[in-house]
């Protein structure tokens, strides 16, 4: 059975969506909203965690109370558009472990590379979360989590702010087992790879770089 996708269509990622999407939008805003927004979609990618519980006395007596069950989750950036989406989730998540896959594209074979690779022990015991704003041809993140499954990692979802079809597509033939949580699922790719009506280049539009 393959994964779910899921398209997080609250009003508020909605909203945000749509201001950074606007050519107009200046860097310090574009950087803040996409911190807003990756933890509205933290939220919905961690709704599953499974939670146990553990002996607390509050001031009107004890409880069992629930608290996250097992080890940290471990947050993956695929650099280097992923470090965007990084300080938001650490903000709701602060014990969560952290990696980075650095890929980039072999203009020859067109095939990603691998030039940074460093991720937490113990992968194959934790919720692993790998990020990427932009789900577009899908080659990169396909290629980091192929990475992620030889480090031991088994239990892997994918949080994205905009997906193509032909990325998810990808994802799906590729790792069915990755469960995409996704801002928008937008229209197609343009002829260089590009996520149509999408924002640009996610990383230049959050470095302020061209
Ligand atoms: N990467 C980006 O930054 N933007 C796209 O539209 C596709 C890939």
Do not use: W
């Not at 197609?188 to 640009?200: E, H, R, S, W």
């Amino acid at each position: 059975m393959t994964a779910p996708v899921i398209e997080v269509t609250h009003p508020l990622v909605q909203h945000k969506l749509s201001i950074m999407r606007d050519k107009s939008t200046p860097t310090p805003l574009f950087r803040q909203l996409l911190k807003e927004i990756s933890q509205l979609l933290a939220y919905e990618i961690t709704r599953e965690m499974p939670l146990t519980t553990h002996h607390i006395e509050t001031p009107m007596g004890g409880m069992e109370a629930p608290i996250l069950e097992g080890r940290k989750l471990a947050l993956i950036s695929i650099l280097r558009a992923g470090n965007g989406l990084m300080d938001g989730v650490l903000e709701l998540i602060p014990t969560a472990r952290v990696g980075f896959v650095g890929l980039y594209r072999d203009e020859e074979t067109l095939k990603p590379v691998e030039y940074y690779y460093k991720v937490p022990k113990a992968l194959e015991e934790r919720l692993v979360i790998a990020v990427d704003p932009m789900l577009a041809t899908g080659n990169s993140s396909v290629a980091a989590i192929d990475l992620l499954k030889k480090s031991g990692a088994k239990n892997i979802r994918f949080m994205c702010l905009l997906a193509a079809p032909e990325g998810i597509a990808r994802m799906q033939e590729a790792h069915p087992d990755v469960a995409i949580v996704t801002g928008s699922i937008d229209e197609c790719l343009n002829d260089v790879g590009y996520i149509v009506p999408g924002l640009g280049d996610a990383g230049d539009r959050i470095y302020g770089t061209t």
